[in-house]
């Protein structure tokens, strides 16, 4: 219900879009976000919007690089990600909870019902 696409190889400093397109759920219900697995790490929620009022939270090491976003109408969301660094580097994962969710849990992977696949990112000159 959730598939995971755009990553690819880049350089330090470039950009990626990565897409998570969404079936069998409607946005405006679920809140959607992105995990990032770096390699031998847990897996780390680093972006979420809300279903309702399409919030964004995200977590400070993305800060001014990393932005969520989500066409309603394609029901998909977005991953826009600028200035990447070496350490963005892993497997990227979209998932989704129906709303409600406190805004203090949206990080832990546990509140999480429905994953995508996956798609890896790799930075690197």
């Known amino acids: 219900q959730l598939q995971a696409s755009g990553g690819g190889l880049v350089q330090p400093g470039g950009s990626l879009r990565l897409s998570c397109a969404v079936s069998?759920?409607?946005?405006?219900?679920?809140?959607i976000a992105w995990f990032h697995q770096a390699p031998g790490k847990e897996r780390e929620g680093v972006l979420c919007?809300?279903?309702?009022?399409?919030?964004?939270y995200y977590v400070d090491s993305v800060k001014g690089r990393l932005t969520i976003s989500r066409d309603i109408a394609k029901n998909t969301v977005f991953l826009q990600m600028n200035s990447l660094k070496p350490d963005d580097t892993g497997v990227y994962f979209c998932?989704?909870?129906?709303?409600?969710?406190?805004?203090?849990?949206?990080?832990?992977?546990?509140?999480?019902?429905?994953w995508g696949q996956g798609t890896l990112v790799t930075v690197s000159s």
């Open positions: 919007i809300s279903g309702g009022d399409s919030s964004t």
């Open positions: 069998g759920l409607t946005l405006d219900a679920y809140a």
């Open positions: 998932a989704a909870v129906r709303e409600p969710i406190a805004a203090r849990n949206w990080t832990r992977r546990l509140e999480y019902d429905y």
